[in-house]
């Protein structure tokens, strides 16, 4: 039911920053859990991030704790993703989704995409 647009990719140099966005819309977006995801060339889909619908949990894969943050807006149906000390490894498209199921610490009930935003880091 939810659409999902992802905005704020770029290029940027090894050691930068960049902030991406979620905006959603024809869904309730305070009642899902959202997650981050990416995937890098001839590789597949890795988990990035996740935040409850209240956002007041969140869950970070090992390679992005200590420089990545996810935060929500419930207000401005909106789902940032701040991306800290950059590493070429971190190039890939990054997609948001929503949660829908009965247990958002359920990697598999984020069902729903947004089309993706490329991030590339060079060295």
């Known amino acids: 039911q939810v659409q999902l647009v992802e905005s704020g990719g770029g290029l940027v140099q090894a050691g930068g920053s960049l902030r991406l966005s979620c905006a959603a819309s024809?869904?309730?977006?305070?009642?899902?859990?959202m997650g981050w995801f990416r995937q890098a060339r001839g590789k597949g889909r890795e988990f990035v991030a996740r935040?409850?619908?209240?956002?007041?949990?969140?869950h970070y894969a090992d390679s992005v704790k200590g420089r990545f943050t996810i935060s929500r807006d419930n207000a401005k149906n909106t789902a940032d993703l701040q991306m800290n000390s950059l590493k070429p490894e971190d190039t890939a498209v990054y997609y948001c989704?929503?949660?829908?199921?009965?247990?958002?610490?359920?990697?598999?009930?984020?069902?729903?995409w947004g089309q993706g935003t490329q991030v590339t880091v060079s060295s």
């Open positions: 935040i409850s619908w209240s956002g007041d949990f969140t």
């Open positions: 024809g869904g309730a977006f305070s009642n899902h859990a």
């Open positions: 989704a929503a949660h829908y199921g009965n247990n958002w610490y359920d990697l598999s009930e984020y069902t729903y």
